[in-house]
């Protein structure tokens, strides 16, 4: 037999390994946006009356995320609970009259929380979870709180971010809440992140994106994020938000929902309130502390130099306190 040249034998040789490998080579490795797409689903409300979107991301112990508003779509809450998703699977979802789970402009103006809660119920019925972990943003704990006042008894822990105190809203409250957040838009610092950015300009002068990067950054932004250079890391508003949901449940909720000292007593679960120092809403968490001093399973972990949107100011903190919440409801052994 007529043998081959070393030449030709070693580039053959090389040509089938590289041949082989390119086979045994792995596909890559799914990102976040494939991971949400690839795990997406409809449920059914149970009037029938509209379809919520969810997803899901991670392992472990299921928790099941609440985005604010209302009105808003659960996108921007990712990257705060992607850094815990190797201990817990994340399931969000948009809640009903939100963007991804849209319902007609009538039945748009006839949300509710007590719709809102229902869903929620429906959603932990579908997902087969006899107790459930709540971990909710903003406008969002709201519905956690009416959840856990609607249904006890299926509620293994809360972690609210970023959350409103547990009480009914008073004038003076509100006062002072409008005050906190106008101070936090006319911040110096918003005109020096403008000027740094190029868009402190006459809005004639910008593109279309530039006006609409100009609009959030005097008018939205600056209430949600203290440290004003990592703006863009900010997401949601705009497209990703439904004003009139937002108006409907705001406009029909008693504002006794958050009230939970009854409940609370009656079902103890484990509480973990994240609450940043600078959160216009309340700041440090300072008006969860007269509860918290007569129930033990209120723990308030207060986020430095941390806004509305705690996580994108104080990664590291809001990754610790979200673990250590998440991991006490976890471990939570109320029958």
């Known amino acids: 037999m007529r043998r081959i040249a070393k030449p ?19 596909a890559p490795a799914p990102d976040t946006f494939d991971i949400l797409q690839q795990n997406a689903w409809d449920l059914k409300t149970s009037d029938k009356e509209a379809s919520l979107y969810i997803t899901e991301m991670g392992h472990g112990p299921t928790v099941i995320v609440l985005h604010g508003g ?56 579908a997902l087969g979870e006899g107790k459930v972990i709540l ?3 903003s406008a969002g704990n709201g519905l956690a709180m009416a959840y856990y006042k609607a249904h006890p008894d299926h509620v293994k822990g809360l972690v609210l971010a970023d959350s409103q105190p547990p009480g009914v809203e008073t004038p003076e409250w509100d006062k002072a809440f409008a005050a906190r957040r106008d101070a936090q838009i006319h911040r110096p610092e918003v005109q020096t992140t403008l000027a740094a950015a190029g868009l402190d300009k006459d809005p004639a002068q ?50 006794a929902v958050c009230d939970i000292a009854g409940v609370l007593a009656a079902h103890p679960v484990p509480i973990t309130v994240i609450d940043g120092d600078h959160d216009f809403i309340d700041p440090s968490g300072a008006g969860w502390r007269s509860l ?44």
């Not at 034998?9 to 490998?21: C, K, N, P, R, T």
């Not at 969000?92 to 103006?109: C, H, I, M, W």
């Not at 209430?223 to 863009?232: F, N």
């Not at 806004?307 to 590291?316: K, Q």
């Open 135 to 137: 971990m909710a943003h």
């Open 206 to 255: 910008l593109t279309p994106r530039q006006r609409d990067e100009q609009w959030r950054l005097t008018h939205l932004i600056p209430m949600d994020v203290y440290r004003l250079k990592r703006w863009r890391r900010f997401e949601g508003g705009g497209a990703w938000y439904n004003a009139d949901a937002a108006e409907a449940i705001s406009g029909a909720t008693d504002p």
């Open 70 to 125: 209302p009105g808003q779509d659960f996108h921007y809450l990712v990257d705060a609970v992607r850094p815990n998703s190797g201990r817990f699977r994340f399931i969000l979802f948009d809640q009903r009259g939100s963007v991804l789970s849209p319902v007609s402009e009538a039945k748009t103006k006839a949300l509710t929380m007590a719709k809102l809660v229902d869903d929620l119920e429906t959603l932990r019925l």
């Open 292 to 335: 918290a001093a007569e129930h033990p399973e209120i723990r308030i972990f207060p986020l430095k130099n941390a806004g509305h949107y705690s996580w994108i100011d104080n990664p590291e903190g809001f990754d610790r306190s979200l673990r250590a919440g998440l991991e006490r409801a976890a471990a939570s052994s109320r029958p």
């Open 8 to 26: 030709v034998a070693v580039g053959l040789f090389l040509f089938m390994a590289a041949v082989a490998s390119n086979f045994a080579r792995p």
